[in-house]
């Protein structure tokens, strides 16, 4: 990577062309095309630093971590665990706050599922804030993904508590003066995105946080699709619990990352047991490490690991200031592209306000499979379905769309390339402009 003035603020579309030479994959075409991609919501493409640092690894230091005295194993050990530092610092938290998991889900789901072995009577004192039953309640919104729903609706149904769910305004918005009334004297846990996958909408953390905490409540933050696109400081958003995923940050597929506040983990009990989260082990009982080993049980994630801390690296250098500012003015020119073609519908804040670097919306009388079949021949890549987010589509009153998605190798042209196909969409299938 090479940047013609990193100090500066505003990436130009010539920075922009330099880190895309990073990223083998984007030399490839798609049915005869350069491949135009804008899909990285889903998953992003990964730069020559990421792939160097796993194939480093296998060739130079693969062995278990946490286990071996021998050499290898003490080197596996020290970057697998200077991974985790440096991933921390990407967000403001501490070494000892970041569990690693398969995934964003894996990580909402050890929440999810430690509460309902400490709502068990199981952890002792610590967990007692934890513990859930008939009467407690779990907020969630309408816009969530099912990874930052589908947990909690199980664990309310384990423990007794009820779910509420703070509505969507018509233009896409958190209705706040409802999230107000939902977050009561009952609430136990509020559970929401900070940038829906689907709208772009960017809420008030802070705001939705002073709620729940003036209630008592503990908060689960989804960072999926902010961590990778803008400065993120965890602690300084006062948010309890929050999860993120690798693939979508550069990084490589199967590894996540979970941060807990310290004094909230070492109080979670476990709920994936086995080696190497244990201290000492009997016939009949077990004591667990401290956290956040005790949440890592059996053989880790460890080449993944040492992949993300290179996006982190790669992520850092760029800067996200700049980054964010390169994917609102693409962002930008996504809506206000797709909002000028007759006959297209866009969810979500429209042009001038803020929102993510992505765009998704319905093609009147061409369902959203076909769209992005139509695309992918002219090698434009980006995603159609409802994105695991069905309450959000039918609050809308639709079952699909199509989004398409920008991140810091994005350009212009790509995007008014998707642009110009996007139009003409409808007289391709015979339905005029």
């Avoid at 508590?161 to 939902?182: F, K, M, Q, W, Y």
């Avoid at 690296?313 to 909002?339: C, K, M, N, P």
């Amino acid at each position: 990577m090479t940047l013609a003035d990193p100090t500066t603020r505003a990436l130009t579309i010539d920075d922009v062309e330099r880190l895309r030479d990073d990223f083998p994959i984007l030399r490839e075409r798609v049915n005869g095309h350069p491949l135009a991609y804008l899909d990285s919501g889903a998953t992003s493409q990964r730069p020559r630093a990421v792939i160097d640092a796993e194939v480093d690894f296998a060739l130079h230091y693969n062995s278990a971590v946490h286990r071996g005295a021998h050499t290898l194993a003490a080197e596996a050990t020290d970057l697998f665990e200077n991974a985790r530092t440096t991933v921390a610092s990407f967000v403001g938290v501490d070494h000892d706050e970041i569990v690693w998991t398969s995934n964003a889900t894996e990580g909402l789901n050890l929440v999810a599922y430690a509460m309902s072995n400490a709502s068990a009577g199981r952890g002792g004192e610590a967990a007692e804030r934890f513990r859930l039953g008939a009467g407690d309640e779990i907020v969630v919104t309408e816009m969530e993904h099912h990874a930052n729903l589908v947990p909690w609706q199980e664990l309310a149904a384990r423990t007794g508590a009820s779910l509420r769910v703070i509505p969507l305004t018509d233009d896409g918005a958190l209705d706040l003066a409802e999230a107000a009334n939902v977050i009561g004297d009952r609430t136990r846990l509020v559970c929401f995105t900070h940038v829906s996958n689907v709208l772009g909408t960017v809420n008030p953390v802070e705001r939705l946080t002073a709620l729940a905490h003036a209630a008592g409540a503990l908060v689960v933050l989804d960072a999926c699709q902010s961590a990778p696109h803008r400065p993120l400081d965890l602690r300084a958003l006062d948010v309890d619990f929050a999860a993120f995923s690798g693939h979508k940050m550069l990084g490589p597929t199967g590894v996540g990352v979970l941060y807990g506040r310290a004094e909230l983990l070492d109080a979670l009990p476990p709920f994936l047991t086995g080696g190497s989260m244990i201290t000492t082990v009997t016939l009949d009982h077990a004591e667990y490490l401290p956290a956040p080993q005790r949440f890592e049980a059996g053989t880790q994630r460890v080449s993944q690991a040492i992949g993300l801390a290179a996006a982190v690296g790669y992520l850092d250098a760029v800067g996200l200031e700049r980054i964010h500012d390169w994917e609102f003015s693409l962002g930008q020119r996504l809506v206000t592209g797709l909002a000028d073609i007759p006959g297209i519908r866009v969810l979500g804040p429209g042009p001038g306000e803020d929102r993510a670097g992505l765009a998704s919306f319905v093609v009147d009388d061409v369902h959203a499979h076909d769209v992005g079949q139509y695309l992918d021949e002219l090698g434009i890549a980006v995603r159609v379905g409802h994105h695991c987010a069905q309450p959000l589509h039918r609050r809308y009153g639709i079952t699909a769309t199509t989004r398409a998605s920008a991140y810091l190798y994005s350009t212009p042209d790509e995007v008014d390339a998707f642009l110009n196909a996007v139009a003409d969409v409808r007289p391709f299938f015979g339905l005029g402009r």
